[in-house]
């Protein structure tokens, strides 16, 4: 073996400086790559990317101020927003969207020891994007109002046969915006070039645009491609698409099936109408009773042919959607109310009650117009059970029917119109009326008393609002005779006698004093003042000498005031 004794001189000093040397090296090596790590601590990495923007190898400062200026226009650029072919945009910094820039570049700088860090600082290559600051208040509440524009409230579709035409309108899907998803996919995704695609949450109509397609091929198309024939007896008539539409409508049920429904009523009325045209059906007809030399003769009454209601609407519908487009519908035959024989049993035997009311023959206008009721008046006959309208007999008042302006009464004043004086027709009428013992259906006295009325027992009339009318309650029909000869004026009732009628007369109670007036007026009438009071009349139905029933009449007036004219033209 060798030992220290056997080395040779000079060997130790000579290892002693490789050693050195390989320690300067080292130390060399060091320092350079402590230098490249100091050096990099200050630049981007090579080929780095931020937002798309090229800062490799600049300062942190540089790279900065080239993003900035690279992704600016990008940072202000509104966000769009789209969701079923609709779309909304959104203004970045108002919905509290900004780029960090900082943030984005601050973590490619700085000095580490760590080889993998100085290496991927020197090679390079990496490609990052934006960081970016998000307000999620703000921009909750600029999603909230954008969502406005994108949603979409489900419509319904409908189908009708308007006017004998089908028509489908096709339902509209609805949708609204998931407001916290779409708000994180900005919140992410921002800033970004491409539009973004909201979430939503779609809403289906009940009805679908199949389903209405099925009720117009199945029944809508059918049921308005042309008239349908009706038979009734031995008519056969038309009836068109257009005039059974309104009675058809299409509701559905809760699964969004449509069921055609028809309304029974208006084709009912449809049919009805077509068959009176055609003239397949005739309205019964009562008879009626005319006088000749106040001497009855019976016109008799006829029977009609009627459609069956009950058996309309199923035949029809059917014809609706059947190939031959035919109903048939059986008729009845119709029965008159006032049979002839009827009327022959109840033709007048004889005087029931008269009245008889009286009047100035001087009295111009209102002459005329009493005289010329009374002759419209004159033959009329009430058939048993019914109503007798003293409007209804005369008409409307009017110059060309001979009307002559006349005296009536207006706000408790006396003043001029056509028919005045006709009231005191209607006075003498209700009178007969009441002596047979009618049952009045509408009356009204006059505001004030007229001292040539029985008190109580009075009835004015005016066109066309106010009426006298009452229903024959007795066993026959009334022939009503009127007359208007000199100064009086005549009513009598000609029919079967049922009642033994009296009238009794209350005091005068309620008094009301009346009014001293001066009217300076052209048109001003004098009158001659009467107090106003309440009065009651007791008419008593009697039969064979016993009374069976009572009625009461309670009438009020008010005061006629003392009304001085002061105008030379006043009357």
């Known amino acids: 073996m060798t030992d220290v004794f056997d080395q040779q001189p000079g060997q130790p000093r000579r290892q002693r400086g490789a050693i050195a040397a390989i320690v300067g090296a080292l130390v060399l090596l060091v320092g350079a790559y402590v230098g490249v790590a100091a050096y990099t601590s200050g630049r981007m990495p090579s ?38 072919g609709k779309s909304a945009t959104i203004v970045p910094a108002e919905a509290g969207l900004a780029i960090d820039l900082d943030a984005s570049i601050g973590d490619l700088t700085g000095f580490s020891l760590n080889p993998a860090k100085v290496i991927g600082h020197l090679t390079g290559g990496d490609s990052r994007g934006l960081k970016t600051r998000v307000d999620e208040t703000k921009l909750k509440a600029s999603v909230t109002q954008a969502s406005k524009a994108l949603t979409v409230a489900p419509k319904e579709g409908a189908i009708s046969v308007t006017g004998g035409k089908v028509a489908v309108v096709a339902p509209v899907k609805g949708q609204s915006v998931v407001l916290d998803r779409t708000v994180d996919l900005i919140a992410t995704s921002w800033p ?70 028809f309304d029974d009523k208006v084709i009912i009325a449809a049919v009805t109408e077509a068959a009176d045209r055609a003239k397949a059906t005739a309205k019964a007809k009562d008879a009626t009773v005319t006088f000749v030399n106040n001497q009855p003769t019976v016109v008799p009454s006829r029977t009609g042919v009627a459609l069956d209601p009950t058996k309309i609407e199923g035949p029809v519908t059917a014809a609706l959607t059947s190939p031959e487009r035919a109903a048939i519908i059986p ?49 009329t006959y009430v058939p048993p059970g019914g109503t007798f309208s003293l409007n209804g007999v005369l008409g409307q008042r009017t110059p060309a029917k001979g009307y002559a302006i006349g005296g009536t009464i207006n706000n408790g004043r006396l003043s001029q ?60 029909g009334v022939y009503i005779r009127a007359s208007a000869v000199g100064g009086e004026v005549t009513v009598s009732f000609y029919g079967v006698k049922k009642w033994d009628i009296t009238a009794n007369k ?66």
């Open 47 to 84: 080929d780095t990317k931020v937002g798309g923007v090229q800062v490799g190898g600049m300062a942190p400062a540089a790279a900065r101020t080239a993003v900035e200026a690279a992704v600016k226009e990008r940072g202000d650029t509104p966000v769009t927003l789209t969701a079923g």
């Open 192 to 261: 970004r070039s491409t539009p973004i695609v909201a979430p939503v949450t779609a809403s289906t109509p009940k009805v679908s645009a199949e389903e209405l397609q099925r009720v117009k091929t199945e029944f809508a198309d059918k049921a308005m491609s042309g008239p349908i024939a009706v038979k009734a007896g031995d008519k056969t008539f038309e009836i068109s698409a257009a005039t059974l539409a309104p009675a058809i409508s299409f509701p559905a049920d809760a699964q969004g099936k449509i069921t055609p429904k």
């Open 331 to 379: 008729v009845t035959v119709s029965q008159p109310e006032f049979t002839t024989e009827r009327a022959r049993a109840t033709l007048p035997k004889g005087m029931i009650s008269t009245f008889t009311t009286y009047f100035n023959p001087n009295g111009g206008g209102r002459v005329t117009n009493i005289r010329l009721a009374a002759k419209t008046l004159n033959g």
């Open 417 to 476: 119109n056509y028919g005045g004086g006709i009231s005191q027709v209607s006075t003498t009428t209700f009178n007969a009326a009441f002596f047979a013992g009618m049952k009045f259906v509408e009356y009204m006295p006059h505001g004030f008393y007229i001292s040539r009325y029985p008190e109580g027992r009075e009835a004015t009339v005016s066109w066309p609002d106010l009426d006298m009318s009452w229903v024959n309650t007795t066993d026959g």
């Open 506 to 571: 209350g005091p005068r109670r309620n008094l009301i004093p009346f009014k001293k007036l001066t009217d300076p007026s052209p048109k001003c009438i004098t009158q001659t003042p009467t107090p106003g009071f309440d009065v009651t009349v007791t008419r008593t139905f009697k039969q064979a000498g016993k009374t069976v029933k009572t009625e009461t009449f309670n009438t009020h007036y008010i005061p006629e005031d003392d009304v001085n004219c002061t105008h030379p033209d006043s009357k």
